[in-house]
C-alpha cells in the first residue's frame, strides 16, 4: 500500500490535537488512550511539538478558524507543557481572538489555576464529558467522577467561559427512560450552551463488548432509546437547544465550528498518536504505537501508517451523508443530480416528494433536509439518494 503524504497546498483552516493520557479507561472507550501511562507524557509533548512544527515548515498555514484539543484526556495536560503547544502555535501566529479554541474536559481532572491558564491561553470552549448522572452507573463502567465533580465544574467554568458544552451517552445499561428525562430535565438548567446526545456504541474488544457477549451486561431495548431521542429532541428544543446536527444541540450562534469542518467536507490536520487526517481528497491515519510514533515524530519521518485516496463516487456518497446529519443545512438538490440523466432526475424529484409527502425530509431553498422522523432511516435515504446521481 502508497503511503501518501498530506497535500500542504490545500487551504487547511482546522487543527485537531490528540492528547491520549487517561487518569483511567472507561470501559465502553474505542479510542487511543493511555491509561496508567502519564510518565510518557514529556516525551510524548515533544514528539507532538516537534511533528507540529514540522509540518508548520512545510507550508504557508494560515489563522485557523478552529482548533480542538481532543483524546483520551486534554484536561490532564501538564500546564506546562499545554504552554509550551501555545507557544509553538503562536510563533506562526496560528491563533486569533476569533479561532474557536475547544478542550475536552473530563469532570474530577480540573483545578481553579487549570481554567485560569486555559482562559489565559485563549482557550474559549470547553467539551466537558458529562455522560450521565448515575455515578454508580458510570463506576460500573470504570468511569471515575462524582456529580459533585461535574457541578463544582459546571460552576467554575460557567464564570470564566461563555460557551460551554456537555456529552451525553443515551442507551447506558440500568439507566431507566425516567432516569434519563430527569437528566434531560436537570441539564437544561445548567449553564450551558451546547450538548452532545450520542448513542451508546458496544465497540469491539472493550470491556462493555466483552460484557454484553458474555450477558453480564444488558443493553436497554432499541425502540425504546430511540423514543427517547425523539423525546430528547422535542424536550431541548422548549429550552432553545436546537438540533443542527444528529447528536449536536446547541443555542443560537452556539454551534460547534469544528465539528462543522467534519460535517462539511473541508480539510483538517491532526497531530499526534493515531490522530486522523483529511486533505479533501485523502483520509491520513498517524501511527498508533507510542514508542514508534515518538522515534518517528522526532525523525521527522511520514507518521501515517493508513492513507486512503477517496474515489469520486465515494466523495459524493460522504457528502449526501454528511451533509444530511446538518439539520440545519441539509444537501443541495442541484450538487444531489448535477450530472444525472433527464430521466434519473424525474425519478429523484418523485422520490424526494414522496419524502416530503410522508414527513421524513423537508424542501427548502433548493436543499433536502431531513425531519426528526427521518433520523430513524437516515442511512436508507443516504443510499437511495446516492443511486440517483
Known amino acids: 500500500m502508497k503511503i501518501l503524504s498530506y497535500d500542504t497546498s490545500v487551504d487547511t483552516r482546522s487543527f485537531y490535537i490528540h492528547w491520549p493520557f487517561c487518569p483511567y479507561r472507561c470501559h465502553f472507550c474505542p479510542f487511543i488512550a493511555l491509561a496508567g501511562q502519564d510518565e510518557f507524557m514529556q516525551d510524548y509533548h515533544k514528539a507532538l511539538t516537534n511533528e507540529i512544527k514540522y509540518y508548520l515548515s512545510s507550508c504557508q498555514q494560515k489563522t485557523l478558524e478552529t482548533l480542538y484539543f481532543g483524546g483520551g484526556t486534554p ?12 507557544d509553538t502555535l503562536r510563533k506562526d501566529r496560528l491563533i486569533s481572538t476569533e ?7 473530563n469532570p474530577g481532572t480540573v483545578d481553579d489555576e ?23 452507573v458510570l463506576k460500573r463502567l470504570n468511569r471515575h467522577q462524582s456529580n459533585f465533580d461535574v457541578l463544582s465544574l459546571l460552576d467554575k467554568a460557567s464564570k470564566l467561559f461563555a460557551n460551554v458544552s456537555i456529552d451525553l451517552i443515551l442507551g447506558l445499561p440500568s439507566i431507566s427512560n425516567i432516569e434519563w428525562q430527569e437528566i434531560i430535565k436537570t441539564i437544561v438548567q445548567w449553564p450551558i450552551k451546547h450538548v452532545s446526545t450520542y448513542f451508546l456504541t458496544v465497540h469491539e474488544n472493550t470491556r462493555l463488548y466483552f460484557g454484553v457477549k458474555n450477558r453480564q451486561i444488558v443493553l436497554p431495548n432499541e425502540d425504546e432509546i430511540v423514543d427517547l431521542y425523539l423525546w430528547t429532541i422535542d424536550y431541548l428544543r422548549r429550552f432553545g437547544l436546537l438540533q443542527y446536527e444528529t447528536s449536536s444541540f446547541a443555542k443560537e450562534g452556539f454551534e460547534c465550528k469544528h465539528n462543522q469542518v467534519y460535517w462539511s467536507y473541508k480539510p483538517y490536520k491532526a497531530f499526534g498518536l493515531g490522530a486522523c487526517s483529511f486533505d479533501g481528497k485523502v483520509r491520513y491515519q498517524n501511527e498508533k504505537n507510542l514508542m514508534q510514533y515518538l522515534q518517528k515524530s522526532l525523525s521527522n519521518e511520514n507518521l501515517s501508517i493508513f492513507t486512503e485516496e477517496l474515489t469520486p463516487e465515494q466523495i459524493h456518497l460522504e457528502k449526501i451523508m454528511l ?6 443545512k441539509g444537501v443541495s438538490i442541484n450538487e444531489l443530480v448535477f450530472n444525472a440523466s433527464e430521466e434519473k432526475k424525474e425519478q429523484f424529484l418523485s422520490y424526494i416528494a414522496l419524502l416530503n409527502n410522508r414527513g421524513i425530509i423537508n424542501i427548502k431553498n433548493g436543499n433536502i433536509f431531513l425531519t426528526t ?7 436508507e435515504i443516504v443510499v437511495n439518494l446516492s443511486n440517483f446521481s
Open 323 to 328: 451533509g444530511m446529519r446538518q439539520m440545519n
Open 373 to 379: 422522523r427521518g433520523l430513524s432511516v437516515e442511512n
Open 75 to 86: 484536561s490532564t495536560y501538564p500546564k506546562e507543557l499545554l504552554l509550551d503547544t501555545f
Open 114 to 136: 487549570k481554567l485560569l491558564l486555559w482562559k489565559e491561553l485563549g482557550i474559549n470552549r470547553l467539551s466537558i464529558g458529562v455522560q450521565s448522572l448515575n455515578s454508580e
Open 99 to 105: 479561532t474557536e479554541v475547544t478542550i475536552e474536559v
